[in-house]
Structure formats: structure tokens, C-alpha cells
């Protein structure tokens, strides 16, 4: 397994005057990875240059050490990809769809059709594999489009807006699914706008905003904070005065205090604090933020 799973150098790409992606630089390593960022921040660009169908207009990029602008071939055998929208054959089955593309990875036919029932099965269309694919509903369309993309054991599999239009229960079929693909050594990189989806099956996170990198990082690197919630029974005006007095920064909510502490340990605070008071204490917990709150918190303003 590679080290890393892909990189960008310097890598911009503009459709005429309309700039896409900004001089990126980045290096991610395998795993399941989120790539995240509203409408229009270059997420599927991104993906396009990385599976070669778009050329940067200035830097490159690798995947699994390879340039697909040196040697595309290459590249291909080891990826797959699940196109966001609906691109399916609607008069093929889903068992001829998957074996076909199978086969267009190299897979001899008579292999090709039992790697397609087995992966069809794997995603949960094993009754439906003969029925047309004009006949699926959205939710077995997107199961579909992920078995053609898996069929034939790529190192990484590409997922552009995998739950995109999906109902609540088909949303949570997808994302059990894509949590699901890292135990067959599949890596992964989802490229979504629903924050919360990726916190659901990513370890690690680039955010884009404007074509440009916002973050990259492991996921709990960034939602993880150096803040501390705790609830007391009762006493908490004693525990915050305490608090203050150790060199904490407090808010009060209630019985629930919020404490920072500047550089030092904010639980061996809070420890001491209530040691000192005697005060019950309900619960404690290090207290995290969303990559919505990330996001929102770091992407330019458009006013």
C-alpha cells in the first residue's frame, strides 16, 4: 500500500476565465477521506484531474505515486469512480451493467459476471440484479453506480456526491456502505457538500472553499478542541470563581460550565476545581466542534 494516496503541486485549473482550483498543494494519506466544500469550491474538478479526464492548466497531481498526465493507464487499473447524477443505462440490467464494467478493467466475461452478483449482492441489489436500471429507484441507481465502481477491486474508489438525492433511509444504506469498503482494503475519498456525512465516514477531511484549501488534516484533528464541558449538580457560581482563580477562562450555562485554559491541561483544571469546592459533579467531556463550524467559521465571506 502506498504511503500516500494523492498529492497536489502548485495545482490550478480555470475553465476560460473562470478559475477553478488555485494553486493547491496538499498530500493525503490512504484511508477514507472527505473531501468537503460547498457548491462550486472545485470538488469535482479535483476529482476530474485526478482521474485524468481534465488536465491542470498549471502544477500536477499523483494518485498512489503516479501522474495520470504521465501515465493514465496506469492510474485507471487502480481507481474507481461513481460519477455524481444519474449516467446509468436505464435498458441494461444490473447484473450485464457491472459485468460489463468488469470487463472493461480486464476481467475475463465468465469471471466478470460472478464478481458482479457478488458485488451487487455486497451492496444490497442481489434480487434486483436482473431487473432493468430504468426501473431502480434513486437509492438502488446510487447502489449500482458504486458496485461498477468496486467491481473490480480498485485501491481507491472516487465517490462524488454518493448520497445526492437519496431519502433518509436510502442516505444511511449509502453511507453504511461507503463506512463499510475501508475492511476490503478499499481507500476511499468522498467528496461531499453534506458536512455531517462526511463526519459519519471519514477519518481525514480536505475542506475547499473557492477552488483553494481551507484544511487538511485528520478529522479529529479538526473537530477536537482544547475545551472542556462539564455539568455540575449544584455550586457551579463556586466552581467557575474557582476556575478564575486557577487561571481558567469560564462560561457559565446553568449548571454547565465551558472551560478553556490557555496552553494547559483544561481537565486537571476542572479537576482541581471541584476537588477545591466539593461540588457533585453529572458529567465531564471534551467538548468538539462540527465541520460545519469549521467551515463557516474559516471560508471567506462573499459580502
Known amino acids: 500500500m502506498a504511503a500516500v494516496a494523492f498529492t497536489a503541486t502548485d495545482l490550478g485549473h480555470a475553465y476560460g476565465d ?43 497531481v499523483s494518485v498512489l505515486g503516479t501522474d495520470p498526465a504521465v501515465d ?56 434486483e440484479r436482473f431487473r432493468y436500471l430504468g426501473d431502480f429507484s434513486t ?33 444511511e444504506e ?26 459519519r465516514t471519514c477519518d481525514w477531511v480536505v475542506m475547499l472553499d473557492g477552488g483553494q484549501v481551507l484544511r487538511n488534516g485528520p478529522l479529529s484533528s479538526l473537530i477536537e478542541t482544547d475545551v472542556v464541558e462539564f455539568e455540575v449538580v449544584s455550586d457551579a457560581d463556586a466552581v467557575a470563581a474557582e476556575l478564575h482563580r486557577l487561571g481558567g477562562i469560564v462560561e457559565i450555562q446553568g449548571n454547565v460550565l465551558i472551560l478553556s485554559a490557555d496552553g494547559r491541561d483544561p481537565f486537571i483544571l476542572a479537576r ?4 477545591a469546592t466539593g461540588a457533585p459533579l453529572r458529567r465531564m467531556g471534551a467538548r468538539s466542534t462540527t465541520l460545519e463550524d469549521i467551515f463557516l467559521g474559516e471560508a471567506p465571506s462573499n459580502d
Do not use: W
Not at 39 to 55: D, M, R, S, V
Not at 153 to 158: A, Q
Open 72 to 127: 493514465l493507464v496506469a492510474v485507471r487499473n487502480r481507481i474507481g469512480y461513481m460519477p455524481e447524477g444519474d449516467c446509468l443505462p436505464l435498458a441494461q440490467s444490473a447484473a450485464d451493467f457491472v459485468s460489463y464494467a468488469a470487463e472493461l478493467a480486464g476481467i475475463p466475461p465468465s469471471e466478470a459476471r460472478q464478481r458482479a452478483s457478488d458485488i451487487l449482492t455486497m451492496v444490497g441489489l442481489h434480487e
Open 18 to 60: 473562470v478559475v477553478a482550483l488555485h494553486h493547491m498543494n496538499l498530500e493525503v494519506p490512504p484511508g477514507r477521506v472527505g473531501l468537503v466544500g460547498a457548491n462550486g469550491a472545485g470538488k469535482t474538478t479535483f476529482i476530474k484531474i485526478l482521474l485524468g479526464i481534465l488536465e491542470p492548466t498549471v502544477g500536477s
Open 139 to 171: 437509492g438502488m441507481k446510487q447502489r449500482a453506480m458504486l458496485a461498477q465502481a468496486i467491481v473490480h477491486d480498485p485501491e481507491i474508489v472516487l465517490l462524488d456526491e454518493p448520497t445526492a438525492g437519496l431519502d433518509p433511509a436510502g442516505r
Open 272 to 275: 482541581d476545581a471541584l476537588a
Open 174 to 199: 449509502m453511507l453504511e456502505l461507503i463506512g463499510r469498503l475501508g475492511s476490503f482494503g478499499i481507500n476511499v475519498l468522498v467528496s461531499s457538500h453534506v458536512l455531517p456525512d462526511i463526519e
